[in-house]
């Protein structure tokens, strides 16, 4: 299984703060992901849109689109960071 | 090189006062602290909720200090950053650097502000008069932390 974690407020968009699942054949990557959460549909297809910016992290350090996803591995998504 | 996120409030004395305890060879020890304002893209804020993303927060800090020290000449470095419900006037953020001289101390210190931006996973969340909206973020603050060079990657 694949941890997969939302923040702010895709997390509010989406009704979820966190999920266990399996990875589909074919998802490899951070961005083959979001494809596959936005195929759900509803807030999903919105929220995680192609013109949307979200960004992601794999095992807690950012990552790109063409990040490698893995079983364990915990992936993260969210809006671009608003701290300090 | 100590990172803390925490709910609780800092104090700026005490916290100078102990990273330059004992250490003698410090000639200066820049700080930065940042505040709640009281009002945001025109409207008035009773108060912030930030969020963070407990885990990834501190590793991220402690690169960014670590990125710090490989690049300027420092002895010691904090970040404290607060999360949960802040009120105007409030403090949010601390960094604190220790050097020999002022001029790598003044660097690292907004070095550590512009990475810490785009960086670390906080996100603002703000009520006004007209209900809560998340804080978007800022291309100013992209371009600050570019100035930096030598991006690694995001």
Redesign the interface.
């Known amino acids: 299984m694949t941890k997969v974690?939302y923040?702010?407020?895709l997390r509010e968009d989406l009704g979820c703060e966190s999920e266990s699942l399996a990875l589909p054949e074919g998802v490899k990557t951070v961005a083959s992901l979001r494809v596959h959460l936005a195929a759900r549909g509803g807030p999903w297809a919105s929220a995680l849109a192609p013109e949307r910016?979200v960004r992601a992290?794999v095992n807690?350090?950012?990552a790109?689109p063409e990040t490698p996803v893995a079983t364990g591995d915990e992936v993260?998504f969210?809006?671009?960071?608003?701290?300090? | 090189m100590p990172v803390r996120v925490q709910r609780d409030d800092f104090d700026l004395g005490r916290e100078v006062a102990a990273l330059v305890r004992g250490n003698h060879k410090i000639g200066a020890v820049v700080s930065f602290v940042g505040l709640v304002r009281d009002t945001s893209d025109g409207a008035g804020i009773a108060s912030m909720t930030l969020e963070h993303y407990p885990g990834m927060t501190e590793k991220s800090l402690e690169e960014i200090l670590r990125e710090a020290r490989s690049r300027w000449n420092i002895f010691d470095a904090l970040v404290i950053h607060r999360y949960g419900m802040l009120a105007p006037g409030d403090q949010i953020v601390l960094v604190v650097v220790a050097g020999a001289h002022r001029g790598d101390a003044f660097a690292a210190c907004e070095f550590i502000m512009d990475y810490l931006k785009t960086r670390a996973p906080f996100w603002k969340k703000e009520e006004t008069a007209e209900g809560a909206r998340w804080v978007q973020a800022h291309p100013a603050d992209d371009s600050a932390a570019a100035r930096w060079g030598k991006d690694k990657p995001a």
């Not at chain 1, 969210?78 to 300090?84: A, E, L, M, N």
């Open positions: 974690l923040f702010a407020k910016a992290a807690q350090q950012i790109k993260a969210f809006p671009p960071v608003t701290g300090g």
